[in-house]
């Protein structure tokens, strides 16, 4: 993420508990304004992880993909996707839906993934009565605070990310692959390091093998890189996972991880993982009109329970390959 160290610093209140906030004075041409700061607002985010900006208005699809795009250029088009969004074109999309009730805990956007955002942008046009934050975490200070022999296993083996796709729940085979034509998505999964089968129904099962650590390839960090907890069965609500087993069977949930000789991940990593990820958020209200901007290698991020209407619209920007994105056999074997 080309950040430059050389843009004037701006006038940015830092507090332990919360990201980076900015405070502007709502200027007449947002996109503008954008374009003018936009060496310097990464320069921060490259630095704090993210950073919020208050005052920019931010109240409509089209007035947040122009800002967006001054910021970061041209905006990625999803693949992979765990969960439908509205897409609302060139790369702007609604936030993933999740229940009013329940957390998204915390993870990097497409870490399982080859090719993986480097930059996440957040608007929010309508904030929530109550809630629905979106929460920060530093992954590398999450990854110091995790256990060693937790973290040099995950280091050594990687993590699996099953699916199992299905007419039922979840992302659709054309929502996560662009297409439902059976030798496009073999292709897709070929090139990008994914087992699949297809099963006697006619469904999509797919496995693939990625790195748990990796460094920031601009600060040189070592970070806790992954959605090992997002994506596990055990970070369900219990009724739903209850009900999503007697449906399809523990090999047959729409995604889970486990470790990266393939065992299963039990349900206290997963509350170990999720309470580290609690003792290191940041996290700030939002306001309606807001902009987040969060580097996805450095900083986890997560949606926190709400009520009330909450609109955020998300653009994915600057795609990384990382060398050390998966794990190799011979890493494995150490």
Do not use: K
Request: glycine letters at 8%.
């Amino acid at each position: 993420m080309p950040f430059s160290s050389l843009a004037a610093p701006l006038d940015v209140e830092l507090r332990p508990d919360r990201p980076a906030l900015l405070r502007v004075d709502s200027p007449p041409d947002a996109p503008g304004w954008a374009a003018e700061h936009r060496e310097a607002l990464r320069a921060v985010v490259t630095e704090h992880g993210a950073l919020l900006v208050r005052g920019l208005g931010l109240r409509d699809a089209d007035l947040t993909g122009a800002v967006f795009r001054r910021l970061a250029g041209e905006l990625m088009a999803e693949r992979e996707a765990f969960a439908p969004r509205e897409d609302f074109g060139g790369g702007l999309y609604s936030s993933t839906p999740w229940p009013a009730n329940q957390p998204m805990c915390m993870h990097h956007e497409l870490s399982y993934t080859l090719d993986v955002p480097g930059l996440m942008m957040f608007a929010c046009p309508t904030a929530p009565e109550e809630g629905g934050a979106t929460a920060v975490a530093d992954a590398a200070q999450v990854l110091e605070a995790l256990p060693a022999s937790l973290t040099e296993r995950f280091e050594r083996e990687g993590w699996l990310l099953t699916r199992s796709y299905n007419d039922e729940i979840g992302a659709s085979l054309a929502e996560s692959f662009g297409t439902e034509d059976r030798a496009e998505i073999e292709r897709y999964c070929r090139e990008h390091a994914i087992e699949f089968t297809w099963r006697a129904d006619g469904s999509l099962h797919t496995v693939q093998r990625r790195s748990a650590v990796v460094r920031h390839p601009v600060t040189g960090r070592r970070c806790w890189f992954n959605q090992i907890a997002f994506l596990n069965e055990w970070t369900l609500a219990p009724e739903v996972r209850e009900y999503l087993v007697d449906v399809y069977g523990e090999d047959g949930l729409p995604f889970n991880t486990r470790h990266g000789d393939g065992s299963p991940i039990g349900e206290e990593v997963v509350e170990l993982l999720n309470s580290t990820y609690e003792a290191h958020t940041r996290r700030e209200p939002w306001q309606s009109g807001d902009l987040l901007l969060v580097d996805n290698i450095g900083t986890a991020h997560s949606r926190e329970p709400f009520t009330g209407e909450r609109q955020v619209l998300v653009g994915m920007a600057e795609p990384l390959r990382l060398a050390d994105g998966r794990p190799t056999p011979e890493a494995s074997a150490r």
